[in-house]
């Protein structure tokens, strides 16, 4: 699971806190895309393979492919769970993912080497109690998250290009 998986691999590289993030998100946009949403998603529900370190999301119990309409009741693991999607009356949609989603980055990015402030800032607004403060896609999450990431190939290719121009 990531959770075992983090435990066994603190302090992780920010390049594999990255990787991890990006598979996770594109793997729960895929179900967003065919209007599944987990309901359940947390580090125990998320394995990473041993020998392709391909992430992959199960458990698949709690969720919901009904145009996004609640067909259960308040379900998923309390610590993970968005505030609507505890309350009877609460209205469930892909947001609710996202709210999951920011709380599993804070898990990452507390077994991250160093501090990475830009991306816990990313899994606050994904953790916003209210849906509407939170990214309206899981797209637009990688898009920000993404951005906070340095290039350091870029970086060694300007000071080389720097070094031959002063040289």
């Known amino acids: 699971t990531l959770r075992q998986y983090l435990k066994e691999n603190t302090p992780l590289p920010h390049t594999e806190a990255l990787r991890i993030i990006n598979e996770i998100g594109k793997a729960t946009a895929y179900l967003h895309a065919n209007k599944i949403i ?71 990015t507390s077994a991250t080497e160093g501090n990475w402030r830009k991306a816990i800032q990313i899994a606050n607004k994904c953790s916003e109690d209210n849906p509407k403060d939170r990214y309206s896609s899981v797209a637009v999450l990688l898009s920000e998250f993404n951005k906070t990431q340095k290039h350091p190939k870029v970086i060694i290719i300007a000071i080389a290009i720097i070094a031959i121009i002063i040289g």
Do not use: F, W
Request: charged residues 30%; proline residues 4%.
């Open 38 to 108: 987990h309901r359940d998603l947390k580090p125990e529900n998320i394995m990473i393979d041993g020998s392709t370190h391909t992430v992959k999301i199960i458990d698949l119990g709690c969720a919901d492919a009904s145009d996004y309409n609640v067909i259960k009741g308040p379900a998923g693991t309390r610590h993970y769970a968005a505030p609507e999607q505890l309350s009877i009356e609460g209205k469930i949609d892909i947001r609710t993912d996202i709210y999951a989603i920011g709380k599993i980055i804070r898990d990452i």
